[in-house]
């Protein structure tokens, strides 16, 4: 592609050239190579941060992306996500958000680019996002532009030469903004490489305490007393032979006159395991993952610890990044028609079946709504007001007055089935029927052997009794 796009003619020199001579520069934002490689290794090696990765891949690959109308928020397919529902040969719409949410996993970017007959998932590390400054009514800003795609040189044979694409052309997806850029995203895993690297550590350490038959801390002490530059030569010794993990554990052996004292013997003196479980708690949290969705706190109850903590995941991780998505990828959908009226790409989770019971919430919540308007419109107010009223809460929204007192169709007196009490006063539109017209069942004895009918059995004879 050596067109002149957005601005920018690439044939003017190389990617290398126009790019990396400039790195750094207000107009051009790169995701960091060293951050994104940190990351990637610790996603290889660390098992709570693939568990964490994996548990958010699984939940957020499920959503189907379907049309919203803004006029009565109902949803709807349409030939224009075909884009989105196979967007390459074989590809699904759950391996594209798969895909996209790696990405901004790992370096807080996902960059998507429309090639016109499929959508090309392009590698963070290898894209610089291009801006300039703009000058607008109100004073100069700046805007994004177009991306840079350049591969290494060893990759391009198999990733494609370097291209320059307008921002029409490409889906860039940043869910959580980096403070020091204006466009690029941030990757949660930023502020926990440490943790994650300290966690992958322990776990080293754990291998290597038991491969070398779990040797303890040790303490070396001399009866005699050493010069300054013995002990020294001494600790560089001991460190270069026996410290540092790749070595923890070694069997020492000392000169005449050494005194060798055991500091700690196995891993519950030194709290191994609550010391790893804090750390694999911190990954978590940046992650937004609850622990008992990846096992690693147990159930409570029935599982109502499990059930709360999906819930929780959804709501506060799970549908704001659905939407973020569905904004950055509403490019390739254009979401405005004539029949249809105002349309907007969204999310559909009802086929989720980790997410039933919520949808079993919500719909118990729909109906208490309904049943609210039934009584509110029944009360005489207006329908608009009794919509808004639920909605925001706010009672004096609430327009309209009381029903009144409904009569007979035919204009006539309605009739209680029983008179009414002596010395009460008749109720509005009622009048009582007449005394004598209320049928009475007779009252017969009042004998609790009988029945009150007077069929009261006669004595039998003993002989007959039961013994």
């Known amino acids: 592609m050596t067109a002149s796009r957005a601005g920018y003619w690439e044939g003017m020199a190389s990617g290398a050239a126009i790019f990396t001579s400039s790195y750094g520069s207000p107009d051009q934002e790169k995701i960091l190579p060293a951050l994104v490689g940190a990351a990637q290794q610790v996603y290889g090696a660390n098992a709570v941060v693939f568990s964490a990765i994996l548990t958010r891949l699984l939940l957020f690959a499920e959503a189907e992306l379907q049309f919203k109308r803004m006029s009565d928020k109902s949803l709807f397919g349409d030939p224009r996500l075909r884009v989105l529902e196979e967007p390459w040969p074989g590809g699904t719409t759950g391996e594209l958000l798969a895909r996209m949410e790696q990405d901004v996993s790992l370096a807080g970017n996902a960059f998507i680019w429309n090639a016109g007959d499929q959508l090309v998932r392009w590698r963070p590390e290898w894209v610089t996002i291009i801006s300039e400054v703009a000058q607008g009514p109100n004073g100069p800003y700046r805007r994004k532009t177009g991306f840079h795609y350049e591969p290494p040189a060893q990759q391009q044979p198999a990733y494609g030469e370097p291209q320059t694409v307008p921002v029409e052309e490409l889906a860039h997806w940043a869910p959580v903004p980096d403070p020091c850029a204006t466009f690029r995203g941030m990757s949660w895993l930023a502020a926990v490489l440490q943790d994650a690297q300290a966690d992958t550590a322990m776990t080293g350490y754990k291998t290597r305490y038991l491969s070398h038959a779990a040797t303890p801390n040790l303490m070396i002490k001399y009866a005699q007393k050493l010069q300054p530059g013995t002990v020294d030569s001494l600790t560089e010794r001991l460190k270069a032979r026996y410290g540092g993990v790749d070595n923890a554990f070694k069997t020492i052996v000392l000169d005449q006159g050494a005194d060798l004292t055991v500091v700690g013997n196995n891993l519950q003196q030194m709290d191994f395991s609550n010391v790893q479980s804090a750390g694999s708690e911190r990954i978590l949290a940046a992650a937004g993952v609850p622990a008992v969705l990846v096992g690693l706190e147990p159930l409570r109850g029935a599982g109502r610890g499990y059930q709360e903590s999906l819930v929780k995941f959804a709501n506060l991780w799970a549908r704001p990044q659905w939407r973020s998505v569905c904004g950055a990828l509403q490019k390739f959908t254009p979401g405005n028609d004539v029949d249809q009226g105002a349309v907007k790409l969204w999310y559909d989770t009802s086929g989720i079946a980790a997410l039933q019971d919520t949808e079993t ?62 010395g009460s006063g008749p109720t509005p539109g009622m009048q009582p029927l007449p005394a004598g017209s209320v049928a009475r069942l007779p009252v017969g004895a009042v004998s609790p052997a009988d029945g009150g009918n007077q069929t009261r059995p006669g004595r039998r004879p003993a002989a007959t009794r039961r013994p």
């Open 361 to 422: 919430n919500q719909a118990q919540v729909a109906l208490v709504r309904a049943q609210a308007l039934l009584v509110l419109a029944q009360a005489g107010y207006t329908q608009e007001s009794a919509v808004s009223m639920i909605q925001s809460g706010d009672v004096s929204q609430l327009q309209g007055g009381a029903v009144p007192v409904q009569t007979h169709p035919g204009g006539a007196n309605q009739q209680h089935m029983l008179p009414q009490p002596p």
